[in-house]
């Protein structure tokens, strides 16, 4: 009877035991989420950081003051911090297009940052693309694979000989680098939100576009030096 009451005992030590060991929490037991925080930068900024930060997302708040008119796949940023022009494009498998209206609106941007490597052997197809374009009699602004566009005065009525140029001008650039290439960086587009409408310029009628062919806005055009692709 002592040896049954003794085992007892002993099985129910046991079972007060188990029935004390902490349970693991449900954040123990669940995988844990990585949080990945918004890298936030601005217009006057992106020159500096850009290189750190290429392939990576961020977000960007500036003001619009160019939407390039063919195609409506760039647009370009602004800060009142600075001279800087900052592009922000489209991929042109996109069906997506920037609307002229938008000039002049405040708006937030979220894209990855771009390298445009400008090297000899870039130039020199870019060269060929513009050769084919005057062999063929083709004349005026196009929309060639190769090239580098900052939205700069003018651009929308560049012709071949001038983009020939412009070729030149970056052989040379390339040559005081030091360096074998120039680099040229921007914003690939995911999405945008608009913080502040554009103001109604007194006299304009309502949506109406207001981007001309071959009108560009004044000041220093910079893709935080992104490239000269064609508009």
Known sequence: M??????????????ASCGNQPQKSTNETNDVQEVTEVIKITPTDFDTKAAELVDQEVTMEGTV???????????FLVDENSEARIKVEIDGDSDAAFKTEIEGAVVSVV????????????????????????AEGEEG????????????????????????????EFRSEIAASGTDHLSFYSL????????????????????????????DHEGHDHDSHEGHDHD
Not at 65 to 75: D, F, I, L, T
């Open 2 to 15: 002592l040896k049954r009451l003794f085992l007892f005992a002993i099985v129910a030590v046991i079972f």
């Open 65 to 75: 003051v160019h939407v390039c008119s063919h195609g409506g796949k760039r647009m």
């Open 111 to 134: 894209g990855k940052v771009f390298e445009l490597r400008i090297d000899e052997a870039y130039l020199a197809e870019w060269e060929a693309e513009i050769n084919a374009a005057i």
């Open 141 to 168: 602004h196009e929309d060639h694979e190769k090239g580098v566009h900052l939205g700069e005065e003018g651009h929308e009525n560049s012709t071949q000989h001038a983009d020939l140029e412009r070729v030149e």
């Open 188 to 215: 690939s587009y995911i999405s945008h939100s608009v913080l502040e409408e554009a103001p109604v310029v007194e006299g304009e009628e309502e949506g109406h576009d207001h981007d001309h062919e071959g009108h």
